[in-house]
């Protein structure tokens, strides 16, 4: 899932300054399960915007709300006549959920309360830990289940780079060298010939590299057109 924090409440304070109707969405989907911006962290942005706002002998206004995916249209129609009737929409989303409220209501003044920090899973309470830096083109059957290219700092597709101590990277001592993993897992699974196999030079085209990226499902789209055709 996508994993996100909230910003500090004073870079928050600073955005909505030049604001009097601000509406603060949620969204149910990824930040609510790693609570940064489902419905609870919205009455909590709230009421301290509210409460700042009146220490600062401010009027404004601060509604809630918030929908089951900010990243997808047709939950924002939802929500449209709220969206407009603000000035400001402080969006509780990560970045693709503010943005897809940009691009539903042009007219929309959209902020970010929150920064999107990467892909990643609830390794225990309260922490959470990089797993995929969706690259386009997995190789995760060639590295045994663990991905090089989000967890090794230096994301080398080849082995290790001799800098590990006691199985942890040399950028961090919290974490575990991407690499070690690799061949723990390789060695316990009786695999270690696959570190034989060299991977080949990579064309990044196809990751945030290559610059911004499109997914065409023809058959989707195709099924799509003919049901509008139909209808
Ligand atoms: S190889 Fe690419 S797609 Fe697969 S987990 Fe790693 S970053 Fe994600
Ligand atoms: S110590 Fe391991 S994880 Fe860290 S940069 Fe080197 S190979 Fe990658």
Redesign the pocket.
């Known amino acids: 899932m996508i994993i996100a924090s909230q910003k500090p409440l004073q870079e928050i304070k600073e955005m909505v300054a030049d604001h009097e109707r601000i509406l603060v969405l949620g969204c149910g989907t990824c930040v609510t399960v790693c609570f940064a911006g489902g419905e609870k962290e919205v009455g909590i942005l709230s009421t301290s915007l509210r409460m700042a706002s009146k220490l600062d002998g401010d009027e404004k206004t601060f509604d809630e709300a918030t929908v089951q995916r900010q990243c997808e249209w047709e939950f924002l129609d939802a929500v449209q006549e709220e969206i407009e009737s603000h000035d400001l929409v402080l969006s509780m989303a990560c970045g693709i959920g503010v943005q897809a409220i940009v691009e539903r209501f042009p007219v929309a003044n959209v902020a970010p309360a929150l920064n999107t920090a990467f892909l990643g899973i609830p390794e225990e309470q309260g922490l959470w830990t990089e797993?995929?830096?969706?690259?386009?083109?997995?190789?995760?059957h060639r590295t045994a289940g663990i991905?090089p290219?989000?967890r090794c700092a230096k994301s080398l597709l080849n082995g290790p780079c001799g800098g590990s101590q006691d199985g942890k990277c040399e950028i961090d001592p919290e974490i575990p060298c991407a690499w070690q993993l690799i061949y723990d897992r390789l060695k316990a699974q009786g695999r270690l010939d696959q570190l034989l196999e060299i991977e080949p030079p990579r064309d990044w085209s196809s990751s945030r590299d290559g610059g911004p990226r499109r997914l065409v499902r023809e058959d989707l789209r195709l099924e799509s057109h003919q049901h509008k055709e139909e209808t």
Do not use: T
């Not at 797993?131 to 995760?140: F, S």
């Open positions: 797993r995929c830096a969706a690259c386009g083109e997995c190789i995760l991905c290219i989000a």
